[in-house]
């Protein structure tokens, strides 16, 4: 064998063996049957070739070949099973997309529905995207950014005004209070040393007053639960009917005073007719006249006569004429 040949094997050989190194750290059997079928996903952050496919976490194939589909825009993947695994035909049968890391790199989680049929070779699985935790992150925070985004100008202002209120170069700032504010303590220590006894008279004033408070506790309490008590009793008491009782009654005396002012029943009458008042009228006057005349002239009307004399009352009736009574 010439040299050459031996040269030509030996690079040969070390050509296979560094392909079939590269695959073998990839974790690829190239003599390995497949069965392929495949995924469509709207995006594919994070998946790559020969990425894993799982099933409950244990590794039933690799992703194979992808491209994007100019019409729909998304993307095809190719899902590269291996030879005894079999996909139920199943609208429950879904291929996932899911984070490994925090770095976002993907696998292809394969969940399998409830089916006596199997899937052939070369069809397409139901795709779900589910966000990483990155995404959820993020998904939370941006509107949290956008509120300070929107906070930050008012903040700033907020800030700047403060800046300015504490600036010995504003007239109208703590600086130029501090003068007055000085003054003002200084006259509030001046009435409280002029009222310091005022003060301390009050103060134990308001001492006794506590203690008696605290002495007189007991009564307090006892007040307070005479108070709950009649409280509970009237809230007991049949206030309801009592009530419509006062509210009936109020409605028969509107009726008996309807009933007088439109001069119904004998007190109506009394009320409304002026004719049997001025009988009544009538009447009390010759009641008062004839009693008048009784007081006056009592033998008309007394008249005892021991003896059967007439002549004894003429001459009291012409002494009472002549008197002129």
């Known amino acids: 064998m010439t040299n050459q040949a031996k040269v030509g094997i030996f690079t040969t050989a070390t050509i296979l ?40 976490g244990f590794q039933v194939g690799r992703v194979g070949d992808m491209k ?12 590269d099973l291996n030879k005894g695994i079999k996909v139920p035909d199943s609208d429950s049968t879904l291929a ?26 070369g069809d397409t699985i139901h795709t779900f ?37 504490f600036d010995p170069r504003n007239p109208k700032g703590i600086y130029s209070t501090k003068g007055e504010v000085d003054k003002a303590l200084v006259k509030l220590n001046v009435i409280m040393d002029a009222n310091a ?12 007053i506590t203690k008696n408070i605290e002495k ?22 049949n206030l309801k009917q009592t009530i419509e009782n006062l509210n009936s009654s109020i409605g028969q005396l509107k009726g008996v005073l309807t009933d007088i002012n439109q001069g119904h029943g ?9 004719a049997l008042y001025n009988k009544v009228d009538s009447t009390v006057a010759s009641l008062n006249a004839l009693l008048k005349d009784v007081k006056a002239r009592p033998y008309r009307y007394v008249n005892v006569n021991v003896f059967g004399s007439k002549k004894h009352d003429d001459r009291i009736e012409k002494k009472y004429n002549e008197s002129g009574k």
């Open 17 to 56: 063996i560094f392909i079939l190194g590269f695959y073998f750290l990839k974790g690829v059997n190239i003599f390995e049957t497949k069965n392929s079928y495949y995924a469509v996903f709207d995006r594919v952050d994070g998946l790559y070739k020969s990425n894993l496919i799982v099933i409950n």
């Open 68 to 79: 994007r589909d100019p019409i729909t825009g998304k993307i095809v993947v190719g899902l």
């Open 96 to 121: 996932s997309l899911r984070s490994t890391d925090f770095l976002g790199t993907k696998e292809i989680s394969l969940t399998f529905g409830n089916s006596d049929k199997f899937l052939k070779e």
């Open 129 to 165: 995207f589910k966000k990483d935790l990155t995404e959820q992150i993020g998904a939370q925070i941006d509107p949290i950014m956008a509120g300070v985004n929107k906070m930050v100008p008012t903040l700033d202002s907020t800030v700047s005004s403060i800046n300015w209120l």
């Open 197 to 208: 006894t005022v003060l301390q008279a009050t103060l134990k004033n308001i001492e006794s």
């Open 216 to 237: 007189n506790n007991n009564t307090i309490n006892v007040i307070v639960k005479n108070a709950g008590s009649i409280s509970d009793s009237l809230q007991q008491a």
């Open 266 to 274: 004998t007190l109506g009458k009394v009320v409304k007719d002026d």
